[in-house]
């Protein structure tokens, strides 16, 4: 497989070096990002080398602070930004999968869409690491484990793992370091009806407030037991009448119960991606690092972040099931105080939300004095259509002097403040074109 050759290749920069070098990692600022960083400054530890690891988000400057080194090695952040790198003093290995604007001269481009994989679906940044962390030593399959995590922070587990993370998946299973277990969308520690109404994907709308009780009234369920206590009958009626009340919100995708992996050092792998996302949204990214070294105490900060920002987005949710949408041809919009929840509140939003309308991408907007922050999601039914979101940030952003891209399906972008107006109407205008060139 090219790929793999191409991370030998990688493989044999960083090897080249002498033992002891810093080495930069630079990495996106999401579960994905942070999992890549970890895989590779765990590689690099057990190779002999030092590490630096900066976390940001995508946008103009991400090379900004790397000084002087002889190798940076980006993950799962830099395919728009391939001047950037080529203007550095070092060299460059890139581990992407995102979109790609440009041509990488300064290094090896180890982004899978290069080598004809989807970047959407069949590789992450954490399995592109993976594959140059492998080809450092192959006792490194353990890190699959982070590997996976990264996968399922970028929602590629959905519909089941595909492409090199399914190879990634299997190579760790057959080697004992990942198993999959059963599970269903409730705490096991928890009564249904707090399960119901702390839940957020899905999200039922209108649970809050005694309305998960009321629910489980209605369809003669305690909502005192757990769903462990259940019999077969109930625990099947329960489930169907959540399924019919996601149907009438208008989800077109969803699961209630899912075969999960789970990690020899790290327990459930979804858990573990949603502790990540936590740190990256909080602004905690170093906890996250520590925390996929196994340390204990990072952990349980971690732990203490998921619990805070879950609780931020049920909250921004309730508020949102309240709003009066703003629309243009085919985009949603809404703005929020709270940039770092934008993404997962549009991709919620689009998702289970009935007062978003599911032909129409969704764009929260959260404004500052520096910066503007934007998220967009939309569907793969959308993304059928012609939708490519990672397309339209980066022109719309470009055109307002900001940058922007990621994929077809979820992308963001950074823009100037007073810019808004401007760079929604060109996103829909790009948005509106490429869809009417697939129908």
Known sequence: MEFEQVAGHAAELIHSLP???????????????????????????????RFHVSIKKTGPGITDGIGENELAIFCDIGSTNLEELNNLKCRVILCDHHMIKGELTNGINLNAR??????????????????????????NIDLAQLAIVGAIGDKQDKGGFTGYNKKVLEMAIEKGFIEMKEETTFSPDK????????????????FSGGGAVRFLQEIGIDPLKKFTDLEEAEAKKLLSGLALKLVEQGAEEFALTRIAPYGQNYGNLYDISSKLNACAREGEEGVGIAACFNDKDAMKKAEELQSRYREKIRHEMRELEKEKVEELSHISYFHTKKSSLGGVLAGLAMLYLPNFNKEKAVVSISGGDKKVDISGRGTERLVSKGLDLAEGMYVAASAVGGGGGGHPIA?????????????????????????????
Do not use: Q, W
């Open 19 to 49: 033992k002891g070098e810093r080495i930069r990692i630079i990495s996106h600022c999401d579960a994905d990002g942070i999992a890549s960083a970890a895989i590779m400054a765990i590689s690099l530890a057990r190779a002999g080398y």
């Open 114 to 139: 290069i080598y004809n994989m989807d970047g959407s679906r069949e590789v992450c940044g954490a399995t592109a690491t993976l594959a140059l962390s492998l080809a450092m030593d192959e006792k």
């Open 191 to 206: 009564s249904l009806m707090d399960s119901l109404e702390e839940c957020i994907e899905p999200y039922f709308s209108n």
């Open 411 to 439: 992308a963001g972008a950074t823009i100037p403040p007073g810019k808004e107006k401007e760079f929604l109407e060109k996103l829909d205008a790009v948005l509106a074109e490429k869809m009417r060139g697939e129908k």
